[in-house]
């Protein structure tokens, strides 16, 4: 079974800087996009920032300039290092993985999610 392990999630202070982590373990050929969703309360689900295995980046207005995304291919681990929080960037946020199985499925799986909290 696949499945994505986050970490690194706490309470901070605006202005202040955190970084999360999320590695992926089990029946992986290799990974395409590896990424970060938030969810705040009461609002949907939306990205936050993405990348590809060759290094492209994708990020949320909101984000940009603040926030960094990385990888590392060889430990099937993504990072988000966050910069500069605000207390809007209050949520649980999910790591995403789309992925080639051995059996060349593509399939995409959701981490359990890590709260982020910036105290104003």
């Known amino acids: 079974q696949v499945q994505l392990v986050e970490s690194g999630g706490g309470l901070v202070q605006a202005g202040g800087s955190l970084r999360i982590s999320c590695a992926a373990s089990?029946?992986?050929?290799?990974?395409?996009?590896m990424g970060w969703y938030r969810q705040a309360p009461g609002k949907q689900r939306e990205l936050v920032a993405a990348?590809?295995?060759?290094?492209?980046?994708n990020y949320a207005d909101s984000v940009k300039g603040r926030f960094t995304v990385s990888r590392d291919n060889a430990k099937n681990t993504v990072y988000l290092q966050m910069n500069r929080l605000k207390p809007e960037d209050t949520a649980v946020y999910y790591c995403?993985?789309?992925?080639?199985?051995?059996?060349?499925?593509?399939?995409?799986?959701w981490g359990q999610g890590t709260l982020v909290t910036v105290s104003s």
């Open positions: 995403h993985a789309e992925y080639f199985t051995k059996l060349v499925e593509y399939l995409e799986i």
């Open positions: 089990g029946s992986i050929f290799s990974i395409n996009v």
């Open positions: 990348i590809t295995s060759r290094g492209t980046t």
